[in-house]
Antibody
Framework: QVQLQESGPGLVKPSESLSLTCTVP????????WSWIRQPPGKGLEWIGC???????NYNPSLKSRVTMSMDTSKNQFSLKLSSVTAADTAVYYC??????????WGQGALVTVSS | EIVLTQSPATLSLSPGERATLSCRAS??????VAWYQQKPGQAPRLLIY???SRATGTPARFSGSGSGTDFTLTISGLEPEDFAVYYC?????????FGQGTKVEIK
């Protein structure tokens, strides 16, 4: 069982950057791709991307120009930064673990609202 | 990008009835489909992976089938806790995509 916990500001102004952190209390497990998924209110799921323990990343091309993922193994955390946000980026953001393509464990989600 | 189309959008059934949910891929994804259940205010939960393998803790009333482009999630007898939204997801392509979801509601 892997526990995940998202944290970060719940309100971000348009054109600014959204930053979220996912804490993994039990530490990182090699072989997982540490993932971010988002869900606009009342809508479906969108895969944002993931980062491996090695630091290599895969990003959704629709967001690639604005997304940066990073990992801090000393703090058992991985992070998402999304730049130049608009109202369309308002969503619940989930961190999750991906093992051979399946998203096994999820955080509880963090609602981020983009508004001035 | 592989597009997953789920049908129907909403399924209205009574407890005890059988639910059949469909997921169709825009191109072959082999057997690389997972199914998730999401209840209001909760994160999605993995139910089925690789089309037909139940995840740890998934009740036996949930079964998955299919390969190529057509996949089915079957709930053999709906329990009250099964009324939720269900999503399929593919891992055939490195760009992971989800279907738009099927809501199973109480009739």
């Amino acid at each position: 069982q892997v526990q995940l916990q998202e944290s970060g500001p719940g309100l971000v102004k348009p054109s600014e950057s959204l930053s979220l952190t996912c804490t993994v209390p039990g530490g990182f497990i090699s072989g997982y791709c540490w993932s971010w998924i988002r869900q606009p209110p009342g809508k479906g799921l969108e895969w944002i991307g993931c980062i491996y323990y090695s630091g290599s990343t895969n990003y959704n091309p629709s967001l690639k120009s604005r997304v940066t993922m990073s990992m801090d193994t000393s703090k058992n955390q991985f992070s998402l930064k999304l730049s130049s946000v608009t109202a369309a980026d308002t969503a619940v953001y989930y961190c999750a673990t991906e093992s051979t393509g399946r998203l096994d464990y999820w955080g509880q989600g963090a609602l981020v609202t983009v508004s001035s | 990008e592989i597009v997953l189309t789920q049908s129907p959008a909403t399924l209205s059934l009574s407890p005890g009835e059988r639910a059949t949910l469909s997921c169709r891929a825009s191109q072959s994804v082999s057997s690389y489909v997972a199914w998730y259940q999401q209840k209001p205010g909760q994160a999605p939960r993995l139910l089925i992976y690789d089309a037909s393998s139940r995840a740890t803790g998934t009740p036996a009333r949930f079964s998955g089938s299919g390969s190529g482009t057509d996949f089915t999630l079957t709930i053999s007898g709906l329990e009250p806790e099964d009324f939720a939204v269900y999503y399929c997801q593919q891992r055939r392509d490195w760009l992971r995509t989800f279907g738009q979801g099927t809501k199973v509601e109480i009739k």
